[in-house]
């Protein structure tokens, strides 16, 4: 293996993904989150059989959101209302279905990219990735916030189109197209891991950028 991978979670959490969280209270559409969990579950049990660190994200706060920016006090001040990712409290966790292994690390953050005032850089250098596939939530959001960081620093970066999504299938879309023109490679989470196991990952994955649920005519 020419790369040393790793697999990161991006903030699939209650108050994002489960019907009870603050999100879904606050008027979100998060059916599309919750319907990845079981994908998300078998790329973290695939990625833990191939001996690739995985790494969850959890967006958390402060309970007086004092550490809180623009993105809720303007964008989701209903969050704020329903008292959504508190550090500590169940909204913030994980969801059970993917709770973190021992061998995992878990990256709290305050801002949609993972990079910023985190050691997440600081732990891939240490464990030598190169190699970084992005599963979680939001697609147009915290994903492809942090995979336009990643590629600019170096990383290769792959994106899942089935082991992440957005509040509609437009903006999932949407931000797929846009990381594949500059950004990344995209392909379903198998084809993305099978990569795991060669020699190289130098294939690219819808390379035209078009996505696999399109028709293509002459």
Known sequence: MTTNPALLVIDMQNGFCSSRGSFARSGASIGAYGAIIPEVGELCAAARSAGVQVIYTRHVYRAGYLDAGIDMEHVHP??????????????????????????????????????????????????????????????????????????????????????????????????????????????????????????????PLNPEGVMPTDVVED
């Open 78 to 203: 209903r969050v704020i209302a329903e008292r959504g990712l508190v550090n500590g409290e169940w909204d913030a966790e994980i969801v059970r279905e993917l709770a973190p292994h021992e061998q995992d690390v878990v990256i709290e953050k305050k801002r949609y990219d993972s990079f910023l005032w985190t050691d997440l850089d600081l732990i891939l250098r240490r464990l030598r990735v190169e190699h970084l596939t992005f599963a979680g939530v939001s697609t147009n959001v915290c994903v492809e916030s942090t995979a336009r960081t990643a590629a600019q620093l170096g990383y290769k970066v792959f994106v899942t189109i089935d082991a992440t999504a957005a509040t509609s299938r437009e903006l999932h879309e949407s931000a797929i197209r846009s990381l594949q023109y500059g950004f990344g490679m995209t392909g379903a989470w198998r084809e993305i891991a099978a990569t795991w196991d060669r020699s190289a990952v130098e294939l």
